[in-house]
């Protein structure tokens, strides 16, 4: 798998221009991409390309390899964003936020020019919530009441907890996750709206309609999917 995700990333750099600004996601998959993409700074094969991270993982990444880094107040557009998924259905809608980096991931992503995804082929799915449940960041005095909520929509909820710390999983903005399985996400766009609609929820990992390319890492080499 690690050599498939390898794959994808080596295949994003290939959109990569010089003078670029770029959204940098969170996890495995991209932590590739940010290595890879510092090199090409290293060895000047790219030039004043900066990133913007989406996570306190990927800016320290972005540090060590070597890539500069900008936040968003300081840019007047992003080029593209790279970034992994949990889950990719065949209209290109994602499940994100195992690493619990959805909400910045969201905020850059739907403002790049260009969203590319980068997987391997496990994570294609024939409908969103078929493996892996659907993160929710919530504020902490409110999570109780969210989960009872998400029974509504047929959903068991679980508080994510930390593994090397006791208690929940703390994000980059302070609060908790909420993991939610569905039975089935009919409709992911409305799905997303809705969960975003309960007061308390900070922002969902569905994310529909936003991905523009789909690098997928198969044994038989990259597959691209496009919008
Ligand atoms: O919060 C985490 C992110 O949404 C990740 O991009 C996603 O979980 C994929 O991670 P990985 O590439 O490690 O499978």
């Known amino acids: 798998m690690e050599e498939l995700k390898k794959l994808a990333a080596k295949e994003a750099l290939r959109y990569i221009d010089d003078d670029m600004i770029i959204g940098l996601g969170t996890?495995?998959?991209?932590?590739?991409?940010?290595?890879?993409?510092?090199?090409?700074?290293?060895?000047?094969?790219?030039?004043?390309?900066?990133?913007?991270?989406?996570?306190?993982?990927?800016?320290?990444?972005?540090?060590?390899?070597?890539?500069?880094?900008?936040?968003?107040?300081?840019?007047?557009?992003?080029?593209?964003?790279?970034?992994?998924?949990?889950?990719?259905?065949?209209?290109?809608?994602?499940?994100?936020?195992?690493?619990?980096?959805?909400?910045?991931?969201?905020?850059?992503?739907?403002?790049?020019?260009?969203?590319?995804?980068?997987?391997?082929?496990?994570?294609?799915?024939e409908y969103l919530g078929q493996r892996v449940p659907v993160p929710i960041e919530v504020i902490p005095a409110a999570w109780r009441a969210i989960k009872e909520e998400l029974e509504v929509f047929n959903a068991t909820a679980e508080l994510r907890m930390g593994v090397k710390k006791d208690g929940p999983v703390i994000t980059d903005n302070g609060n908790f996750i909420l993991d939610a399985k569905f039975i089935k996400i009919e409709d992911p766009l409305d799905m997303e709206i809705e969960l975003n609609n309960i007061p308390g929820v900070v922002e969902n990992g569905i994310f529909a309609d936003i991905a523009d390319i789909i690098l997928v890492g198969t044994k038989e080499g990259v597959k691209k999917l496009e919008r």
């Open 27 to 125: 996890g495995s998959t991209t932590a590739y991409f940010i290595q890879m993409l510092g090199k090409k700074l290293m060895t000047e094969e790219l030039e004043d390309v900066y990133g913007i991270p989406t996570s306190h993982q990927s800016r320290l990444l972005a540090l060590e390899s070597g890539i500069p880094v900008v936040t968003l107040d300081e840019v007047d557009a992003i080029d593209i964003a790279v970034d992994g998924a949990d889950e990719v259905d065949p209209h290109l809608n994602l499940i994100k936020g195992r690493g619990a980096a959805l909400t910045m991931e969201k905020i850059i992503e739907y403002r790049a020019g260009t969203f590319i995804v980068l997987v391997d082929e496990s994570k294609l799915v």
